[in-house]
């Protein structure tokens, strides 16, 4: 069983940008896409950004311009770059495969907020 620990959320003003991390407990992103999803409160969980296992990403149209998602293999790390961060994007973050696979992680809190 693959294990998923996310890290990098907190509090942030809007405008800010924040670095997300994804560290998995083995080597998977040379087979799978990852993805980094998203679950605002009284919401459904949903698909914020993904890549594929050869390096190609994709981006949910909410947050196309302003996040970028990378990884580095030798790290066995996804990594979620948001910058220009809004009110809605307020929501625990967090990653699996694309479509999910492994049981789901504690998750990040990212709260945007004056």
């Known amino acids: 069983q693959v294990q998923l620990v996310e890290s990098g959320g907190g509090l942030v003003q809007p405008g800010g940008s924040l670095r997300l991390s994804c560290a998995a407990s083995?080597?998977?992103?040379?087979?799978?896409?990852m993805g980094w999803y998203r679950q605002a409160p009284g919401k459904q969980r949903e698909t914020v950004a993904t890549?594929?296992?050869?390096?190609?990403?994709n981006y949910a149209d909410s947050v196309k311009g302003r996040f970028t998602i990378s990884r580095d293999t030798a790290k066995k790390t996804v990594y979620l770059q948001m910058n220009n961060l809004k009110p809605e994007d307020t929501a625990v973050y967090y990653c699996n495969a694309m479509p999910a696979k492994w049981t789901w992680g504690q998750g990040t809190q990212v709260t945007v907020s004056s």
């Open positions: 890549i594929t296992s050869g390096g190609r990403p």
């Open positions: 083995v080597s998977i992103f040379s087979i799978y896409t």
